[in-house]
C-alpha cells in the first residue's frame, strides 16, 4: 500500500508542475506577443521619421 500512495502522490505533484508550467508559459508568452507589438510600432515610427528627413530634404 505504501507504495501505491508514493505514486498517487508523485501524480499528484506531476499534475500541479505541469499545471505551474503551462501558466507561466502562457504569462511569458503574453509578455513576448506585447514586447513584439511595441517593438513594430517604435521600428514604423522610426521608419516614418526617418522617410519625413528624406522627403524634406530632397
Avoid at 505504501?2 to 502562457?26: H, N, P, S, W, Y
Wanted: aromatic share 4%.
Amino acid at each position: 500500500m505504501g507504495r501505491d500512495d508514493k505514486l498517487i502522490e508523485l501524480e499528484k505533484d506531476m499534475i500541479a508542475l505541469q499545471t505551474e508550467v503551462k501558466i507561466q508559459f502562457k504569462e511569458l508568452f503574453t509578455r513576448v506577443k506585447r514586447l513584439e507589438t511595441t517593438l513594430i510600432a517604435a521600428s514604423g515610427a522610426i521608419i516614418l521619421m526617418l522617410v519625413t528627413i528624406l522627403i524634406k530634404m530632397g
